[in-house]
C-alpha cells in the first residue's frame, strides 16, 4: 500500500527514470566522442583524458584529430579500458615512432 505522502514521489520517480533511459541510450548508442563526453564516460577529467591520451592511445586506433578536434572511438577505449590491449604494445608502438622520430633528425 502506497502511503499518501509518497504519491508526489510518484512522478518526480517516472521523470528520473525518463532521464536515466535517455542518459544510458545516449552513452550506449553514440560510438565518437570528444574529450568532454569521453571524460564523462569514464569518469575522468578533462585533464587526466588528455594525459591518457598522450601516455597509452595510439592516434588512429582510440582517437582521430579531425580538424584540431579530437574524436575518441568509444569500442577501442572500451577494449583499453578492460585490458583487451596491453601497455606493453601500446609502449612498443609508442617506441617505434619514437624512434623513427628520432632517427629523421
Not at 553514440?30 to 571524460?39: D, I, P, S, T
Not at 569514464?42 to 592511445?57: A, P, V
Not at 582510440?62 to 577505449?77: E, P, Q, S
Request: aromatic content about 8%; some cysteine; charged content about 30%.
Amino acid at each position: 500500500m502506497i502511503e499518501m505522502e509518497n504519491i508526489n514521489l510518484i512522478k518526480q520517480i517516472a521523470t528520473d527514470l525518463v532521464l536515466i533511459k535517455q542518459s544510458l541510450a545516449d552513452n550506449t548508442a553514440k560510438r565518437w566522442l570528444n574529450v568532454r563526453e569521453l571524460a564523462q564516460y569514464l569518469g575522468y577529467s578533462k585533464d587526466r583524458i588528455y594525459k591518457i591520451k598522450d601516455e597509452y592511445l595510439c592516434e588512429g586506433e582510440h582517437f582521430y584529430n579531425k580538424t584540431g578536434k579530437l574524436l575518441f572511438d568509444r569500442v577501442a577505449i572500451d577494449s583499453w579500458v578492460v585490458g583487451r590491449e596491453t601497455n606493453d604494445t601500446n609502449k612498443s608502438k609508442r617506441q617505434v615512432v619514437d624512434n623513427i622520430l628520432s632517427s629523421i633528425k
